[in-house]
């Protein structure tokens, strides 16, 4: 294998653009000069040495693919300090001089792990969740998103039909965002998220009895699973405090499948066009952020230290209007 090698691997939970990250990461590189490896499953890949070569071919017609073709998985042994410097021999044996690494914040701790044993590494953040705290957009939000919207649109259809009440749980194990924007995109009557300390009674159930008042006769209740509120139970008490009729939804792993949005593509072959720039100068222990309009990098210490807040303003906007 040729000395000037880098890798890429996909990791964590999958989420739609990944692939075109993936993609750019290897044309970039094959246009820089490097030979370009994937890491298949992720760091448990990296372990078994489950390296294939890429060339310009691998990666056609994969942008408009959801998931990840390097595929992703979990490694318990990764997380040791045994199994970071196999990690980190094995690549040094397959003379890689860098990694890019595409996936959330358990997925940059591994790269710090990696470049702290002298394989430099660079972070791209794919998570639906968006809760990366060094970047304003993670590639796979925007189609989460959009896949939600159309989800719940659907829901809405028969449950102004029925005069029902839908309770409908949206992924965000420990953030908000997909919960937030969705329900605000959606009209929800209320939203609930980790980061608001939930009221069953002031938060649901006062805000159903109000706009009963104003003839409203459906609603959309969203909630983000990292809420802890179990979604079938709580359909179960609106219909007894409210009489409406109430259906719990479970969107699931619908969220993170289906075809990338145009946003997603873009930042996703933004950023990993960015991530082999650094690795062509060096330079590893970065994450790739997006802020605002610009793609920027953040060191990867100062990167997982950080912590993100939603919007409050936001929030209150959300039950001003849906009322």
Do not use: W
């Not at 964590?12 to 490097?34: E, T, Y």
């Not at 760091?43 to 691998?58: A, I, Q, T, W």
């Not at 609930?192 to 209740?221: G, N, S």
């Amino acid at each position: 294998m040729a000395k000037d090698a880098i890798a890429v691997l996909t990791s964590g939970g999958d989420a739609p653009g990944m692939n075109a990250a993936v993609r750019a990461v290897v044309r970039s590189g094959i246009n820089k000069g490097f030979n370009v490896l994937g890491i298949k499953r992720g760091y448990r890949g990296l372990l078994k040495k489950d390296f294939v070569e890429m060339d310009l071919r691998s990666v056609t017609n994969i942008l408009s693919l959801g998931g990840t073709i390097l595929y992703t998985a979990r490694s318990k042994e990764f997380q040791t300090p045994e199994g970071i410097q196999h990690a980190a021999q094995n690549c040094m044996d397959m003379g890689v001089k860098g990694v890019v690494v595409i996936g959330g914040d358990g997925s940059f701790r591994g790269a710090r792990d990696l470049s702290e044993r002298g394989i430099p590494c660079v972070g791209v953040p794919g998570t639906i969740d968006n809760d990366i705290a060094c970047c304003d957009y993670t590639i796979g939000y925007d189609t989460c998103l959009n896949t939600i919207m159309d989800m719940v649109d659907r829901i809405r259809d028969t449950s102004e039909s029925h005069d029902r009440c839908a309770v409908i749980e949206v992924m965000g194990r420990r953030a908000g965002y997909l919960a937030l924007n969705a329900g605000i995109a959606c009209g929800a009557t209320s939203i609930l998220i980790p980061e608001v300390e939930v009221d069953i009674e002031k938060h649901v159930i006062e805000r159903m009895r109000k706009t009963q008042r104003t003839d409203k006769k459906h609603f959309i209740i969203i909630v983000a699973e990292g809420c802890g509120v179990d979604v079938h139970e709580l359909a179960k008490h609106i219909q007894a405090e409210t009489g409406v009729e109430s259906r719990a939804t479970v969107l699931g792993h619908t969220q993170r499948g289906g075809y990338p949005t145009v946003k997603d593509r873009v930042m996703a072959t933004r950023m990993g066009n960015y991530a082999v720039k650094l690795l062509m100068n060096n330079i590893g222990n970065r994450v790739v952020a997006a802020q605002k309009e610009d793609v920027v990098d953040y060191d990867i210490f100062e990167a997982l230290n950080m912590t993100k807040t939603i919007d409050m303003n936001l929030y209150n906007i959300a039950h001003e209007v849906s009322i």
